[in-house]
Structure formats: C-alpha cells, structure tokens
Nanobody
Framework: QVQLVESGGGLVQAGSSLRLSCAASGRTFVLNTMGWFRQAPGKEREFVASRSGSSTYYADSVKGRFTISRDNARNTVYLQMNSLKPEDTAVYYC????????????????????WGQGTQVTVSS
C-alpha cells in the first residue's frame, strides 16, 4: 500500500510563490508516475502537472509558472508554483500511479491509483 501526504499550502498574495510537497510512504519503488491535480469550489478536479520517469507534463494554464520535481531519496515530489494568480486558488492533490513509466500524458485523474488528502492554496488579489 502507498500513502501520500501533501504539505506547503497556504494563503499568499498574487505574484507570490509556494512550494507544495508530497511525501510518499509504503511501496514507493513502484511509483514511476506522480502528479498534481487541483479542485476549486464548484469545479471539477483538473490536471496540473505530472512526472513519469524523467518526463514532465503541465496544464497549459500553469506552463512556465509551475515546476514539478521529484527527490527519489526522500520519496517526495514537489510542485514549485511561481507567479501565482487568484485563479490558482484550489485544493491541490498529489496522485501516484503504480507501474511502468507512461508514454501517454498522464492527465486523466482516473489513471492514478493513490491520492493524498489535499492541501489548500489560496491566492488573494
């Protein structure tokens, strides 16, 4: 089994930066694909970014502002968020997929096997 715990959310002003962390425990060696999703009030959960092997993928809305990275030694994946906008306000969820590295953009939430509990990010204007 795998557990994911997010941290690093908070309340910031527009233009600020935050770094989210997702610590994985359990059978982490099988987690070749990890990603971040977000869900704003009244909206569906949407893809933000993912990393599979050494490949990274981003939603158009965050490309150039957000960076996903992974520290395998710490079993942790990060989401560095710069130039935050009020529309980035949401609960951010970490997700992980068992199995081999994917060659298809892993942007579908149904693709993932494990989810964290979420961390709130609020960006004020």
């Amino acid at each position: 089994q795998v557990q994911l715990v997010e941290s690093g959310g908070g309340l910031v002003q527009a233009g600020s930066s935050l770094r989210l962390s997702c610590a994985a425990s359990g059978r982490t060696f099988v987690l070749n694909t990890m990603g971040w999703f977000r869900q704003a009030p009244g909206k569906e959960r949407e893809f933000v970014a993912s990393r599979s092997g050494s490949s990274t993928y981003y939603a158009d809305s965050v490309k150039g502002r957000f960076t996903i990275s992974r520290d395998n030694a710490r079993n942790t994946v990060y989401l560095q968020m710069n130039s935050l906008k009020p529309e980035d306000t949401a609960v951010y969820y970490c997700a992980a997929k068992r199995g081999a590295v994917t060659t298809v953009v892993p942007s579908n939430s149904a693709y993932y096997d494990y989810w964290g509990q979420g961390t709130q990010v609020t960006v004020s204007s």
